[in-house]
Structure formats: C-alpha cells, structure tokens
C-alpha cells in the first residue's frame, strides 16, 4: 500500500481528494491536514510515501512546503491555477491536477505514483508480455517485440488495433481490444477518441478539435474526452 497524505484548506477539496484515495486499492490515507503547517508537524514524528497537495493555502502555500522537506515523498500538486504547472513541475512533482478534475485524472495520477515506487505494472495473462521499456504483441503468426516510447499512437479498427509507429511506415496489427489497451499503456499515453489513443510526447500541434501527430496525421478529440485533454493541455500551456 502506498501511503499517502491529502493536503487542503478548502474542507470539501480534501474530502474529495480522501475519497479518491479511498478508492484506489493500492493507496492509503495516512493522514488529512488543512495546513502545510499541520502537515509539516505530522511529519516530525510519521512518514508517508506520496502526498497530494494544494498550492494555494494561506500561511505556508503547498510549493513552498514541499520545497521545505529536506527529503520530501513524490508530491502531486493540486490548485485550481494552471499558471503554476511549470514551476510544479521544477521541483520534480509526480503530476499536477488542474481543479476541478475527476476521477479519471486522480487515477492517471495515482498509475504515475505507483510506477515511481514499484516501477511499471507486470502484465497477466491476459495482458501482452512487456518489460518497463517494451511490449510484446502477437501479429499474425508472429509475436513482435515493440518498444513503447516508439509508439506514436493506436488506432482501433473493428476487433483489430493499428500500432503506429515513429521506426516504421506501416502500422503492427494485433488482435487486442482498445480497453486492454489503454489500461497497459503509461501515463503518457491517453485516450482522445474511441478509435485513438496517443502518446502526448509525440504531439505536434492542436487546433481546435483535431490532434496532429506530424502534418499529414489529424486526428480528432472526442466529445467524451475533450475535457481530460483539455485539462492536461491547461497544465502545461505556457502564455496566453
């Protein structure tokens, strides 16, 4: 289990981010603190292994709590201002959600913890063979040893799924569902349309309601996932 601290000035945020917790299988509430101050003095005498913490708080604001903490645990920050990602990001924050986020989004969050402290998730049986930088996936008669950061994004196609990739022009065809998918996949990865998945690092523009992975590749958002990509768009966008 991973323990975690939920940190919020804001009563009915830190309930929010409690249940989150609550229902996440592999995480654990240690403690709930009001404060970066109340959260600081429970660190003097506990320690907890992930904290979730708001930036805008009076007295001591989340940032400069965590830069405080001479060995602080991995930190996911969580305001309603998306001016501060960047700066979230500097001191080696986990991840940073933009309020107000869902579920979908503490989950996201919650996979990146559990990959800092256990590495990424062994595959079952029922998953393709994987190491933490490969997959494998069976292709015909054949079972191919594809590397992750080389995918550029998945398409669905009936019962079938197109992986595309940056080393080679045509795609590897598996006979896998998109869930299956996506619950294998890491948090670079994301579901923008019921036939897409992509890797965000592999993003070149967005206009509008489209995605372009390079200029001959548009793909489009759909209405279900428009604001989970908007969401991780705003924490990122610098300027205006």
């Known amino acids: 289990m991973i323990r975690c601290m939920a940190i919020d000035d804001e009563p009915l945020a830190l309930q929010q981010i409690v249940a989150y917790i609550g ?3 592999y995480l654990e509430v240690a403690a709930q603190c009001q ?5 600081r003095a429970f660190l003097e005498h506990d320690t907890v292994d992930a904290i979730f913490c708001d ?4 007295d001591l604001n989340g940032m400069d709590f965590v830069k405080s903490l001479a060995a602080p645990p991995l930190v996911v920050f969580t305001t309603a201002y998306s001016e501060y990602a960047v700066e979230g990001f500097r001191v080696n924050a986990v991840d940073y959600l933009l309020k107000p986020f869902g579920m979908q989004d503490f989950l996201r969050a919650a996979q990146r913890l ?5 590495g990424p998730q062994r595959p079952s049986e029922d998953t393709p063979a994987a190491t933490a930088e490969t997959i494998f996936l069976k292709s015909d008669s054949r079972i191919l040893k594809v590397c992750i950061a080389d995918i550029r994004y998945v398409e669905a196609m009936s019962e079938y799924l197109k992986v595309w990739l940056d080393s080679q022009p045509k795609p590897v065809i598996t006979l896998l569902s998109m869930k299956k998918m996506e619950e294998y996949l890491p948090s670079e990865f994301m579901r923008i349309h019921r036939s897409y998945i992509i890797n ?5 523009e967005v206009n509008k309601n489209r995605v372009f992975m390079d200029a001959e590749t548009a793909l489009p958002i759909g209405d279900l996932y428009k604001e989970s990509f908007q969401k991780y768009l705003d924490s990122r966008i610098l300027g205006k």
């Open 23 to 25: 229902k996440v299988p």
């Open 35 to 39: 404060s970066a101050l109340e959260a």
């Open 55 to 58: 930036i805008n708080m009076p």
């Open 114 to 118: 559990k990959e800092r402290l256990e």
């Open 200 to 204: 965000l690092t592999k993003i070149q």
